[in-house]
């Protein structure tokens, strides 16, 4: 079984329990393993609004328009498509569209990899993923891309596609100094 496989059935299991369709002693346990879990979680994102709030982390701009579409749930809620509708009529009304994506469930290094470069203190930068370049032109897979990007990059062959889950360095790109509109898929999950 591949990591991709197990974290996939790892989060279906866990759906699951917090969903209530498991029930007993261990879906109980782990539930409230859960519920402790996300009040840390609350507060590490609120300290980290606070820091933000405080200028004590600084913003970035992208020096181009920025539309950022999301909401506040999490995955299933007509995200993406809502991207494909804003890239679509933008470039039928003559903008450069550039849609950036953090590039979920693309394929990454290796576990083993990352955690030896982590004992060796090594850090390696990784550029962004170009999945097109905006000229009718998918250049990777879903399996490199994700599979949103893709969708995305087959569906509005016109808009530049990128994936990194820094979003702000691949408008720093070379063909990117025509200053396109960045349409954030997934926006609201980033505070920059």
């Known amino acids: 079984m591949s990591l991709r496989d197990f974290t996939e059935k790892a989060e279906n299991y866990l759906l699951s329990i917090i969903n209530g369709n498991k029930l007993g002693f261990g879906p109980s346990l782990i539930k409230s393993n859960l519920f402790v879990l996300s009040k840390v979680f609350r507060s590490i994102v609120k300290s980290r609004h606070f820091l933000y709030d405080k200028r004590i982390f600084r913003d970035r701009t992208l020096g ?38 953090r590039g979920y469930r693309s394929k990454s290094k290796p576990l ?74 997934d926006g609201f999950q980033q505070y920059v």
């Not at 890239?87 to 003559?94: H, V």
């Open 64 to 101: 181009c328009l920025v539309v950022s579409i999301g909401n506040l749930t999490t995955g299933g809620t007509g995200k993406t498509p809502v991207t494909e509708i804003f890239a679509r009529t933008l470039c039928e009304k003559g903008r450069r569209v550039a849609i950036l994506s």
């Open 112 to 185: 083993k990899t990352k955690i030896l470069d982590k004992f060796r203190g090594k850090k390696t930068v990784s550029p962004p993923r170009i999945v097109s370049e905006g000229k009718n032109e998918v250049l990777l897979g879903p399996h490199m891309a994700g599979d949103e990007p893709y969708m995305l990059a087959c569906n509005v062959p016109e808009a530049i596609v990128l994936t990194d889950p820094d979003r702000v360095k691949v408008v720093a790109l070379p063909f990117a100094t025509t200053k396109p509109t960045a349409l954030m898929d």
